[in-house]
């Protein structure tokens, strides 16, 4: 997304990927509406039905296997396959104009920050900015040396064939500081867990999780890192370097939701390179400007999180969940589908409103 609109900016970009495209990627393929509204925005080429598997109304809150709510939000919300999607985003990427190297694999040591000069196995390439796009394994952020703050999750697949609900599901309190999900695709279900992984005991939960939670044979069972919603120290990043998506830990800390933020940060990513092409000394202080208003949110989501995960409130939380529908409806519907409103603000509007 950031070099699609670098490209239309009239700027050169090159996206350098490790991997042969298309490639699998690790991931939930949670959509939601503000994440399909914002593809159809700057991409308005790509079909809605050329990257959504599934989509459904319906949308399940549990403990354990203890269903505690199911609610039909007046939103639909949406399961992709990164394969799908990512590979619908390059080819467009390529479309106007862009470069991408694939099967390129990138080590720390072969960015040097000083000579703003990328190596590869078969040249030395030069850049006037750097963005790293590349998850929580980041190499750039290696490279500079920054502290990260990530979680680490579980996820395989099961057959569509054995069960009959169109749910999504999100499992709160597995693992204790975590949470798990069961997305809907086209003709498998995506069943994964996350967490901080103490004691690495993530392997552990995950067993017990698919055997006594989901009753049935978890295939193909991969591990990756995921953003905690923590905000990094960048001091020892680059003027000239930026961090979008996962890579600078964006990430809805209830949810997990990481789609919408990798798209719109890369949109924030280019849209301040572009303001300061001609003087990088202001790149940061202009990308920090624009995802300002992202990282409040989450900070206000994490403290959300810290309070419901407490050991004095969980129990509490679960057991009031199962009887505040309306309450889960307005969360679904104007929080999580469209950031209508924010964690800072929504529950006081509710309860100033929910009488009305």
């Known amino acids: 997304m950031c070099g699609i609109e670098l490209q239309r900016s009239g700027l050169t970009t090159c996206i350098i990927e490790r991997e042969k495209l298309p490639r699998q990627k690790l991931c939930g393929g949670f959509l939601?509406?503000?994440t399909v509204d914002l593809i159809h925005l700057k991409c308005p080429e790509i079909e809605m039905s050329e990257y959504?598997?599934?989509?459904?109304?319906?949308?399940?809150?549990?403990?354990g296997s203890t269903r505690l709510m199911t609610v039909?939000?007046?939103?639909t919300y949406y399961s992709t396959d990164r394969l799908l999607l990512d590979n619908l985003l390059v080819q467009y990427y390529k479309k106007v104009g862009g470069t991408v190297m694939e099967s390129t694999l990138i080590r720390r040591d072969d960015i040097d920050f000083r000579r703003n000069t990328v190596t590869t196995d078969d040249e030395e390439i030069s850049?006037?900015?750097?963005?790293?796009?590349?998850?929580?394994?980041?190499?750039v952020t290696r490279a500079a040396g920054i502290v990260r703050h990530d979680m680490f999750c579980l996820e395989g697949k099961c057959h569509a064939d054995d069960f009959?609900?169109?749910?999504?599901?999100?499992y709160l309190g597995c693992p204790r500081d975590g949470y798990a999900w069961f997305f809907p695709k086209k003709d498998y279900y995506t069943v994964g867990l996350g967490g901080s992984n103490e004691g690495k005991r993530m392997k552990t939960v995950a067993k017990e999780f698919f055997d006594h939670v989901i009753g049935r044979d978890v295939e193909n069972v991969k591990g990756a890192f995921i953003p905690t919603g923590k905000k990094l120290s960048l001091g020892a990043l680059p003027a000239n370097v930026l961090l979008a998506g996962d890579a600078a830990g964006f990430i809805d800390p209830i949810?997990?939701?990481g789609i919408y933020y990798a798209l719109r940060t890369g949109t924030w990513a280019a849209e301040a390179i572009a303001e300061c092409a001609g003087n990088v000394s202001d790149l940061h202080h202009t990308y920090n400007r624009k995802t300002a208003v992202a990282w409040k949110n989450i900070k206000?989501?994490?403290r959300w999180h810290l309070l419901l995960y407490s050991r004095p409130v969980f129990p509490r939380f679960v057991s009031s969940l199962g009887?505040?529908?309306?309450f889960a409806r307005f969360y679904l519907e104007r929080l999580v589908s469209t950031y209508e409103f924010n964690y800072k603000n929504f529950v006081w509007y509710y309860l100033l409103h929910r009488k009305r």
Do not use: W
């Open 255 to 257: 949810t997990g939701e």
């Open 32 to 34: 939601t509406q503000k």
């Open 323 to 326: 009887h505040h529908e309306r």
């Open 52 to 63: 959504v598997t599934n989509q459904t109304h319906s949308f399940g809150f549990y403990h």
């Open 164 to 170: 009959d609900s169109n749910d999504l599901r999100l």
């Open 127 to 139: 850049y006037r900015m750097l963005v790293g796009a590349d998850g929580c394994n980041s190499i």
């Open 72 to 75: 039909d939000p007046a939103c």
């Open 300 to 302: 206000h989501a994490l």
